[in-house]
């Protein structure tokens, strides 16, 4: 991994300062580099375009940046950093900016804050965020803002240094006969940098009954009680079994990654939701594989406007390239 890299985006607010926090100790876990990446404001940006033109030897060679600043307070406050640190000052529009420095680098991940620099408080998400979450072409974790965050343990989920265990488990939803590989690998990943338990969770559709309790909680079955059939209906056991199929080749690719599966009836997303309340890390897939379509799917969506903790959305890779 000497040529890994996790990004960072931020823009000053309090939101992008808890995903370089987040980002910071997701390098360190995966002995990555850290960049840090803002995108200029307009003012900055025009400034440039201005000096440049101008050519005027009496203007400051560049405009003052305060994000900088607070980047590498943040960072010197740190209690451990990664191997190597920078900072980039992009521009462009935020999407476009983050969209392609993600497609240059090819990072492990890019790391966001839910809400941005003068986001309104009433929205969920930011629309930079949904906008790269939507197109990038890496991995894309998003940090919810405080108020959302259930886990009690601030955003790293650790203790600040990389070398803990995170207190919860990496929760994968997982569609059995769609969802892509390089989403199970990305979440294998994850659970064994963190030296945690990878949960996976599948939702089955069943016909709604007048004794069917829409909000029970769902059970989590190791693998070795997959043996019998107990007392699971037919639709649970197929989807428990289609996941074991699945789960296969990484539980051999990752053997000290415990392995812990539920199939629950009925909303996959109101599960996941829920499940991020003591989740390390939510990972779903960005969309149906074969559709191909700019729209994120209704799943990720759900989970990056309601989740109580950090959701990493995944896009599918194309055709050829690896998974590991």
């Known amino acids: 991994m000497s040529n890994a890299v996790v990004i960072a985006a931020v823009d000053g607010s309090e939101h992008s ?3 370089l926090e987040w980002a910071r100790t997701a390098a360190l876990r995966r002995g990555a580099a850290l960049m840090v990446a803002h995108v200029l404001p307009e003012a900055s940006q025009l ?9 005027d030897p009496n203007e400051p060679q560049q405009y003052a940046d305060p994000v900088s600043d607070r980047v590498r307070a943040v ?8 191997r190597e640190v920078r900072y980039e000052a992009l521009e462009g529009s935020v999407p476009e ?40 072409t890496c991995p894309v974790v998003v940090v919810p803002h405080a108020e959302r965050d259930a886990g009690g343990s601030g955003a790293s989920g650790d203790s600040g240094d990389g070398s803990a265990a995170s207190a919860g488990r990496v929760v994968l939803g997982l569609h059995a006969a769609e969802t892509p590989e390089n989403v199970l690998a990305f979440a294998f990943e994850e659970a064994a940098a963190r030296g945690t338990a990878v949960q996976v969770v599948s939702a089955y559709a069943i016909p709604p009954g007048p004794t069917m309790v829409i909000d029970s909680p769902f059970a989590v079955i190791p693998p070795e009680a997959l043996a019998g059939d107990g007392d699971a209906v037919p639709a649970e056991r197929e989807m428990l ?35 991020s309340r003591t989740a390390a890390l939510v990972v779903v897939g960005r969309h149906h594989p074969r559709r191909r379509a700019l ?29 590991a």
């Not at 890019?110 to 629309?127: E, K, P």
């Not at 729209?295 to 990493?312: F, K, R």
Request: zero cysteines; a positive charge; charged letters at 20%.
């Open 75 to 82: 960072l010197d406050a740190a209690p451990a950093l990664p």
């Open 295 to 323: 729209l994120i799917g209704s799943v990720a969506h759900a989970l990056l406007q309601h989740a109580h903790g950090p959701v990493a959305v995944v896009p599918t890779l194309p055709d050829g390239d690896d998974v």
């Open 47 to 55: 400034y440039a375009g201005r000096r440049s033109a101008l050519h």
């Open 241 to 275: 079994r289609s996941q074991s199929e699945r789960l296969a080749p990484l539980r051999e690719r990752y053997p000290d990654v415990p392995v812990e599966q539920a199939a629950v009836p009925g909303d996959a997303a109101g599960r996941l939701v829920t499940a």
């Open 17 to 19: 300062l808890r995903a």
């Open 97 to 136: 900016a983050l969209r392609a420095v993600g497609a240059e680098i090819g990072p492990l991940m890019l790391v966001m804050g839910s809400r941005g620099r003068g986001g309104f408080a009433a929205l969920l998400l930011g629309s930079s965020s949904r906008a790269v979450a939507t197109t990038a």
